[in-house]
């Protein structure tokens, strides 16, 4: 009887209104919704507005002028060329870091495992200090380095070390749980097939985690161009030389020069927008693009020694 009843109960509440999984009251959910929206308003969105505003409270000549003076376009030069090495350099560790975690047992696994997350937990600043004490002029190879006419810190070099290692795990992290949810099914059935190491990579592998590695690979660049811890305590601080544009506005900033740092600074808020609208782009492919296996379209016939269909 009881059953009989509810389940009565149970669809005429279906034909009536969808039902609540929270069943929490109207004016709960109003509450809880404003104060987010307060809390975002106030701590994101008035910071970022407020950037664009003394950015251009001078006027769009004042702007273009810091943007083009000679050590801004130092620093934009040089925070490009640090990405450009930095990123792609990630881009090849994460993904054989990646493919050799989720693929492969091997003694060693979960400490490698940990030693990817391990810049997520050690703060910028000392990783610089690190790379001092290793590479500076009294640090452990420094004076091996000098003598050979070799200097990391205050260089490019430097900044590029630095960056490499708060952006390691970014492109790993990203391929990881991808590659381990995937299995191992479609590369053994390559391998089956007569495909080398490097056809199943490039035909099964790489085609399935397309998406995920152009999703670490933004957010890589987007910490890589915004770094500044790290790349203070390496960069010497030399304008026109070892300034990034984080730094640049630091400089600027601590002159006094208002209207220009904000300038620099809403450049690296660009970066920061188009890095969400790419990742908004990247995760609407992902659910919207067809899941069929990329295994399937492999042409089985171009494989030396594979079986054609």
């Known amino acids: 009887m009881a059953g009989a009843v509810s389940g009565r109960l149970g669809r005429q509440g279906g034909a009536h209104h969808k039902f609540d999984a929270t069943g929490e009251a109207v004016w709960v959910r109003f509450t809880l919704i404003t104060v987010a929206v307060l809390f975002l308003t106030l701590f994101l969105f008035v910071p970022l507005a407020s950037v664009f505003y003394e950015a251009l409270r001078k006027g769009v000549e004042t702007y273009w002028e810091a943007l083009v003076e000679p050590d801004a376009l130092s620093a934009i ?51 610089g200090l690190i790379y001092v004490m290793l590479f500076g002029a009294n640090g452990w190879f420094g004076p091996f380095l000098e003598a050979h006419g070799i200097r990391v810190i205050f260089t490019v070099a430097g900044l590029v070390i630095a960056t490499i290692f708060v952006t390691l795990p970014f492109v790993a992290r990203e391929l990881i749980p991808l590659m381990q949810e995937q299995g191992t099914d479609e590369e053994e059935a390559a ?87 790419a990742r908004r782009i990247i995760e609407h492919r992902v659910h919207v693009e067809p899941t069929t296996s990329p295994a399937a379209d492999v042409d089985l016939a171009a494989i030396p020694g594979g079986i054609a269909p």
């Not at 050799?100 to 810049?119: Q, R």
């Open 191 to 277: 391998v089956l097939l007569g495909a080398s190491g490097w056809q199943t990579f490039f035909r099964v592998t790489l085609p399935n985690i397309k998406w995920g590695l152009l999703y670490g690979a933004i957010l890589c660049n987007a910490r890589a161009m915004g770094e500044f811890g790290a790349v203070s305590v390496v960069s010497g601080h030399i304008r026109g030389a070892t300034n990034t544009m984080p730094l640049h506005v630091e400089i600027l900033y601590n002159e006094y020069q208002y209207a220009a740092a904000f300038s620099v600074a809403s450049l690296l808020l660009l970066v920061a927008l188009a890095t969400l609208v």
């Open 77 to 127: 030069e040089l925070t490009l060329t640090v990405a450009a090495i930095a990123v792609p350099l990630n881009l090849v560790f994460g993904v054989a870091a990646a493919w050799a975690i989720a693929k492969f047992e091997f003694p060693g696994k979960s400490l490698l495992t940990t030693f990817v997350d391990l810049p997520f937990s050690v703060s910028p600043v000392i990783s």
